[in-house]
């Protein structure tokens, strides 16, 4: 059947993750600002949002990269922050199953936290969606704004003075993100663990801290769970 | 295309980090979707740790940039920006708004380096 039917679909997409926007676009304009300090300019910043699409391990790669990490570092903090979204792909995986390989890949490439978020609570309540359009309405959004974003943050970065610390929005978008992750006893022990650690190794040679808080964190977090304590 | 190369000429570890993080990260999204019909979900052996991932890397990324240990611990505390990242985190947990978060937190960064601290 083709039809209005199909585009209201899509539009629903769109129209449910405009609100999510707000926290988007400062997000996006932190991403833009973070290359310009990294000593990136206007191409590396948009390849980065295009290539890689995902804030958090854009922001931390951004920061590696200024300090002159190695390179496995840079990349596999990046891919420890991502490793999330195997959890996302899991779980939406069932509602893509009956399209093609094509469609499946595509879809793959949009995959979001947001876009996750919203679709799985849309597909639970509204079973007669056409879940692609819907989907597609709200991840290629965020994907729309992102890059938008982006090229708004390098110019606004190379244009405002150093002394502003424009950069502290960095870890204050983090911040944001980690209040409502530490949800229960054992995440919130693996958010201050990991904080912690990576505070003290802050020093270690190849800028390993922030891997190394991490693992801890996550150490800290599966040892509260089995002990319950 | 001599823009995209004098880029890559220019930066060219920027664009190997760019090119390994967005090839893995892919494979990372595209896992279950892909291999659906054949491995149903997430082990749950993978499951577990993986639930601790956000809270873990997040704090270790915010946390270095608050605070860095000093000689003494007045020196430690006495930094601006754990002022402002304290102010923003209870801004985060009272409203959980991206927005008001960073707002509030440059704001406050923003009122010790130039008013207190100057």
Redesign the interface.
Known sequence: MRGPAIDEDLVAGVRDVSPLM??????AL?AGIAAVD????L??AV??SV????G??Q???LEL?GENAP?AV??GT?????????????S???H??EYG?RL??G???L?TDQAYALSVAEFDENPDRSRWRYYLGAAASLWVVWQVGTVAGVVLGAGVPD????T???????????????KDR???V???????????A?GLPLNL???V??????A???VT?VTGA | MT??LA?VV??P??????????V???G??????????RI???PTR????????????????????????EPSVAATLLDE?LV??LV??AV??RT????A??AT??VT??AF?FVVFA
């Open positions: 707000l926290g988007i676009v400062p997000f932190v990294a000593g990136l300019g191409p590396e390849g980065m290539i890689v699409f995902a958090a391990s922001l931390a790669a990269l390179l840079v990349v990046a891919v420890v922050i991502n490793l999330r979204m195997l959890m996302y792909s899991a939406i995986a069932p893509f199953a390989r499946r890949a879809l793959a490439y995959l002394a502003w610390g424009l502290f929005a960095v870890p204050l978008v983090f911040l944001a993100l980690l209040v409502p992750a530490m054992p995440t919130t693996a958010g201050v663990a990991g904080g912690a650690v990576a505070v003290v802050a801290g922030l891997l808080g991490a693992l801890s964190g996550i800290a977090g599966l769970e | 823009g995209a880029s220019a930066s570890r920027a664009w190997v980090a760019i090119v390994a993080i967005g893995l990260t892919y990372i999204r595209l896992s279950f979707i892909h291999l659906f019909g149903d979900g997430v993978l499951q577990r740790p993986l639930r601790y991932v956000p809270p873990a890397v997040l704090a270790a990324l915010v946390l270095p940039d608050l605070v860095t240990l920006r402002a990242g923003a985190g985060a947990w959980e708004n991206v927005f978060t960073i937190g440059m960064l923003w380096r």
